[in-house]
């Protein structure tokens, strides 16, 4: 019962600091959610320059797809610090499967990263969307309100049919478990 009053007073102080302050305190805020644990961390793969997949996209092969530059790289390793430095502690690391979302999550350096493909793209193919929504939000549903929060990087179309949020490259999207509809989105994290 208190961590439930403590985790509440956590989301209405973020939710103060987003109304409130200016983009720094509302993202630690957001950092502050995340720590106590319960959250989600959706995050939007690193910088990878351009859009869509080239169309000789191959799963397999890395070298057909859009991938991370040195940008982007350094972005997921800042990323991945500010995790750290903040204590949050990860219950578990999910992925798409797509070559620029696997290195992004590698490259926070947060634990075994685990491919998820309801996270995949679906910008190619929208009518794969409902579905893959569906699957993560029964993930989410299954998910510990009380334990460690989870990072899952995906892409921007996958995000936004979960939130209605339209990130940008490396933005993370902050969730709360729990609740009658699995999850509350309170805000965003700005690309570091």
Known sequence: MMLAIKRAAHVVLALALL?????????EALWAALADGGHVALMRHALAPGTGDPENFRLEDCSTQRNLDETGREQARRTGEAFRER???????????????????ELLGLGEVVAFAPLDSFFGDRARGPE???AV??????????GPSLVMVT???NIT???GIFPRSGEVVVLRLGGPDIFETIGAISAL
């Open 19 to 27: 109304l409130a302050a200016g983009p720094v305190r509302a993202d």
């Open 87 to 105: 204590g949050v502690e990860i219950g578990q690391v999910l992925s798409s499967r797509w070559c620029r979302c696997l290195e992004t999550a």
């Open 132 to 134: 893959q929504t569906e």
């Open 137 to 146: 939000r029964a993930l989410l549903a299954d998910a510990d309100p009380e």
């Open 155 to 157: 892409h921007q179309v």
């Open 161 to 163: 049919a979960l939130t």
